[in-house]
T-cell receptor, first 115, second 111 residues
């Protein structure tokens, strides 16, 4: 178990640029989640994949955000035309198939700073 | 409205002391309640998971309790250590992927 890996750990970019983050879940986990966390708050749900299917998207995920998990393994989260309000920690988590009582395993996140 | 509220917002204790963190929720349907520890700059790490039928769960010096009738949970930390300094997040699952996160309690353990 190598854990959930996220890259890059930090991203600084100018407003209006596009950014892409990558998440590599634990290999045997078929469920993958993206969250956004701002300072002093708990994570907020963005989207959920079961294998390669994106089954749910939060209203927080505007049309500037897109997530993919093309082969049911790693996932990418892209933000287009970044805005200052996008500055946050973007967390990825994975969990195995089951009755929903399995813990989510989180990566250490990508911290995005918009200048 | 589904909500998870945690108290206190922050807490300072001396090393070796015990403390209890609170979580109240108004979430329906209820599947399970989880406590996570999040170190600064890191992702959350699972401490305990409790289903509706469980009222206590321990993980080392961490003991979580659940009262499903009053919709309250607590996390008790025994004999605190400097490494316990972190945010502790209460999370309630509605089932499947749907989870509601609290804002966390920031714990500072001083030597």
């Amino acid at each position: 178990d190598t854990g959930v890996s996220q890259n890059p750990r930090h991203k600084i970019t100018k407003r209006g640029q596009n950014v892409t983050f990558r998440c590599d879940p634990i290999s045997e986990h078929n469920r993958l989640y993206w969250y956004r966390q701002t300072l002093g708050q708990g994570p907020e749900f963005l989207t959920y994949f079961q294998n390669e299917a994106q089954l749910e998207k939060s209203r927080l995920l505007s049309d500037r955000f897109s997530a993919e998990r093309p082969k049911g393994s790693f996932s990418t989260l892209e933000i287009q035309r970044t805005e200052q309000g996008d500055s946050a920690m973007y967390l990825c988590a994975s969990s195995p198939q089951g009755d929903g009582n399995q813990p989510q395993h989180f990566g250490d996140g990508t911290r995005l700073s918009i200048l | 409205k589904n909500q998870v509220e945690q108290s206190p917002q922050s807490l300072i204790i001396l090393e070796g002391k015990n403390c209890t963190l609170q979580c109240n929720y108004t979430v329906s349907p209820f599947s399970n309640l989880r406590w996570y520890k999040q170190d600064t700059g890191r992702g959350p790490v699972s401490l305990t998971i409790m289903t509706f039928s469980e009222n206590t769960k321990s993980n080392g010096r961490y003991t979580a309790t659940l009262d499903a009738d009053t919709k309250q949970s607590s996390l008790h930390i025994t004999a605190s250590q400097l490494s316990d300094s972190a945010s502790y997040i209460c999370v309630v699952s509605l089932g499947g992927f749907k989870t509601i996160f609290g804002a966390g309690t920031r714990l500072f353990v001083k030597a």
